[in-house]
């Protein structure tokens, strides 16, 4: 059975970086058939796409978080990560890391919170 | 950038209702949507993909169906397991992006 877990610190003080990583079980990383990515969603409102990557390395990202954000894979240790520099409030939000099918999200990790705050 | 706009935001319904949620794309996408479910504290499912197949496993009281613009999921006969807020979804292939509509919440009338 696949799973994906986030972890990382739930707390980031102001202007500095996010950094989640997600481990898999239960499958490899270096499936040819998917991409991997990870999703946000601020406390009470909608889901936001952050990014994808291939194993391969090859990424993709939200135009509008595209300037502060980097997603990388080590396949090594079926992981994958996250880095979101220059963090404010609005950046508060559950992180979902996911396995995505071309661009469909079927597997998602439970979520972590990370709040933005000194 | 594609937007999608789904209505309505919230609507109440009672066990047994047949509902309908719109999700509206702000140019073409042809079939290239999806529909997720999510409950409170949980991480989103996926129900529907490419406008209207059934992901495995999920109850044949979902339906879906569009292309173009223009899409919607219904839903025959609630459940109380279908109380939920909703999310349709699509994919632009150049340059590559996902985004999701704003969600519709079903609540118990």
């Known amino acids: 059975q696949l799973q994906l877990q986030e972890s990382g610190p739930g707390l980031v003080k102001p202007s500095e970086t996010l950094s989640l990583t997600c481990t898999v079980s239960?499958?490899?990383?270096?499936?040819?058939?998917?991409?991997w990515g990870w999703i946000r969603q601020p406390p009470g409102k909608g889901l936001e796409w952050i990014g994808s990557i291939y194993y391969s390395g090859s990424t993709y990202y939200n135009p509008s978080l595209k300037s502060r954000v980097t997603i990388s894979v080590d396949t090594s240790k079926n992981q994958f990560s996250l880095k979101l520099s220059s963090v404010t409030a609005a950046d508060t939000a559950v992180y979902y890391c996911?396995?995505?099918?071309?661009?469909?999200?079927?597997?998602w990790g439970q979520g972590t919170l990370v709040t933005v705050s000194s | 950038a594609i937007q999608l706009t789904q209505s309505p935001s919230s609507l109440s319904a009672s066990v047994g209702d047949r509902v309908t949620i719109t999700c509206r794309a702000s140019?073409?996408?042809?079939?290239?949507l999806a529909w997720y479910q999510q409950k409170p504290g949980k991480a989103p499912k996926l129900l529907i993909y490419d406008a209207s197949s059934l992901e495995s496993g999920v109850p044949s009281r979902f339906s879906g169906s569009g292309s173009g613009t223009d899409f919607t999921l219904t839903i025959s006969s609630l459940q109380p397991e279908d109380f939920a807020t909703y999310y349709c979804q699509q994919f632009n292939s150049y340059p590559p992006s996902i985004t999701f509509g704003q969600g519709t919440r079903l609540e118990i009338k």
């Open positions: 140019q073409g996408i042809s079939s290239a």
């Open positions: 239960g499958g490899s990383i270096s499936s040819s058939s998917y991409y």
């Open positions: 996911a396995r995505l099918r071309q661009w469909l999200v079927g597997y």
